[in-house]
């Protein structure tokens, strides 16, 4: 398999990124993305339209999500790849999965009131393309916009993380039901930057251990918030565990993410990219 500039994990306006999907599609295209997926979180409903625009610049394409999950009480996020995007118990999944997302950004303003910042569910929801899917990016989006902090690093870090006002413990998909749904969907489930976690070693093992039981197959290794020490460890457990390996900027937008489409580094060529696996499912 050759080396293939694959970008196959992003966000557009769907869901925190603040692209639409065509010009998340154009940027990736003019960035020399060769491959490329939209994963926004929890969401489906951009697949169409992300596509159309792939197809309409010659750009191949694989089905993307990015679902969020709790395991051994943190969130961890699944990326789904190449499934079939009319699939209703996929799309079910992922409905279930954003539904108390309202009611938890209601409890975020609440605790941010507390501290003095009034208004925030309004404010973030301004931010925000399907209400259903309001995050703490669209939080983090008012509170720079409205002079409460300089970027959005520094609002997660003073208010939105654990033990901070605006943060609100959530019970996400279980990690059996959201690599299901992918694979049930003809898809392949990936663990989304696994430097992210703040697991033990044990934690790790078991998170790995139990995404193969239940079907997953592949692993992040090349994504942008992890370090070049995070590419050679998690090579080193995709070699570990036979996984695929994938690859993906996590951009959200420019100016606010520090990578941007199409620009990481590529991983070392003994490894199996996930797209080998997914030949029959890119849309040319
Ligand atoms: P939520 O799904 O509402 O918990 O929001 C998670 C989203 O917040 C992630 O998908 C990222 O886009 C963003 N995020 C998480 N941590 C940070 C951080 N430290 N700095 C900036 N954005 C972050
Ligand atoms: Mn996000
Ligand atoms: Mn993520
Ligand atoms: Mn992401």
Not at 23 to 38: I, P, S
Request: hydrophobic share 40%.
């Amino acid at each position: 398999m050759d080396i293939l500039n694959a970008d196959l994990h992003c966000h557009s306006t769907i869901s925190d990124g603040t692209l639409e999907p065509e010009a998340v599609a154009a940027r990736a295209k003019a960035n020399g993305v060769e491959l490329w997926a939209l994963t926004d979180h929890d969401e489906i409903g951009g697949q169409q339209r992300a596509m159309a625009a792939a197809h309409d610049l010659g750009l191949p394409y694989l089905t993307g999500t990015e679902i969020s999950v709790t395991f051994a009480a943190t969130t961890v996020h699944i990326v789904g790849l190449g499934f079939d995007a009319d699939d209703a118990a996929l799309a079910a999944g992922l409905a279930a999965t954003r539904g108390g997302r309202r009611e938890r950004a209601q409890q975020m303003a609440e605790g941010l009131a507390k501290v003095g910042i009034k208004g925030s569910f309004e404010g973030a929801l301004q931010y925000v393309g399907n209400p259903e899917l309001i995050s703490r990016t669209h939080f983090a989006r008012f509170l720079v916009e409205s002079g409460v902090c300089r970027d959005t690093s520094e609002v997660f870090r003073k208010y939105l993380v654990e033990g901070k006002p605006g943060y609100v413990p959530h019970r996400w998909a279980a990690l059996g039901d959201a690599v299901r749904w992918i694979s049930d969907a003809g898809g392949i489930a990936v663990i989304a930057h696994p430097g992210r976690y703040k697991f033990t070693p044990t934690e790790e093992f078991a998170l790995f251990s139990e995404f193969i039981e239940h079907g997953g197959r592949g692993v992040e290794v090349v994504t942008g918030s992890h370090s070049r020490a995070d590419f050679v460890k998690y090579a080193d457990t995709a070699r570990e565990f036979d996984l695929l390996v994938s690859r993906g900027s996590d951009f959200h937008g420019p100016g606010e993410s520090h990578t941007d489409l199409g620009t990481l580094p590529d991983f070392a060529n003994e490894l199996t990219p996930v797209w080998s696996a997914l030949e029959e499912r890119i849309l040319r």
